[in-house]
């Protein structure tokens, strides 16, 4: 019972009506890939990454974009992590870190703020990074 207990202390209610607003009220971001993006993850299951605050956001990056509506989007935390599913950048002088396992589509109704640009540069290692990942 002890994963039902830590459970119960996600938001989930909160999260569903955040998901109501998104659905019926949002309009879609104009989004491309390597921008960075303020976005409503949600409260999710397990070990999935959440967003914070009352509107559940989490910075991701715009892996792929599939169409106007939909992408991949990869969450990015500030918590160091380590290993073969993580990618780790610099941005403004601060560490990040993709979660290149947690890579999800995502419709751009989710999308709220734009934060800026990946470099191509920069860019360029996580596509192959990623490649890598899917090819195992």
Same mark, same amino acid.
């Given at each position: 019972?002890?994963?039902?207990?830590?459970?119960?202390?996600?938001?989930?209610?909160?999260?569903?009506?955040?998901?109501?607003?998104?659905?019926?009220?949002?309009?879609?971001?104009?989004?491309?890939?390597?921008?960075?993006?303020?976005?409503?993850?949600?409260?999710?299951?397990?070990?999935?990454?959440?967003?914070?605050? +009352?509107?559940?956001?989490?910075? !991701?990056? @715009?892996?792929? =974009?599939?169409?106007? $509506?939909?992408?991949?989007?990869?969450?990015?935390?500030?918590?160091?992590?380590?290993?073969?599913y993580y990618?780790?950048?610099?941005?403004?002088?601060?560490?990040?870190?993709?979660?290149?396992?947690?890579?999800?589509?995502?419709?751009?109704?989710?999308l709220k703020?734009?934060i800026g640009?990946?470099?191509? +540069?920069?860019?360029?290692?996580? !596509?192959? @990074?990623?490649? =890598?990942?899917?090819? $195992?």
């Amino acid at each position: 019972m002890q994963g039902a207990i830590s459970d119960t202390k996600k938001n989930l209610d909160a999260w569903n009506e955040q998901k109501k607003i998104i659905q019926c009220c949002r309009v879609r971001s104009y989004f491309k890939e390597r921008e960075l993006w303020w976005s409503s993850l949600g409260a999710n299951v397990g070990h999935e990454q959440d967003g914070k605050n +009352k509107t559940f956001e989490r910075r !991701v990056l @715009v892996l792929k =974009k599939f169409n106007q $509506e939909i992408g991949w989007m990869v969450p990015i935390p500030t918590q160091p992590k380590r290993g073969k599913y993580y990618f780790a950048y610099r941005r403004d002088g601060r560490s990040y870190w993709l979660i290149l396992s947690q890579v999800r589509l995502m419709d751009a109704k989710r999308l709220k703020r734009k934060i800026g640009v990946m470099g191509s +540069k920069e860019y360029q290692p996580v !596509v192959t @990074v990623f490649q =890598k990942l899917l090819a $195992e």
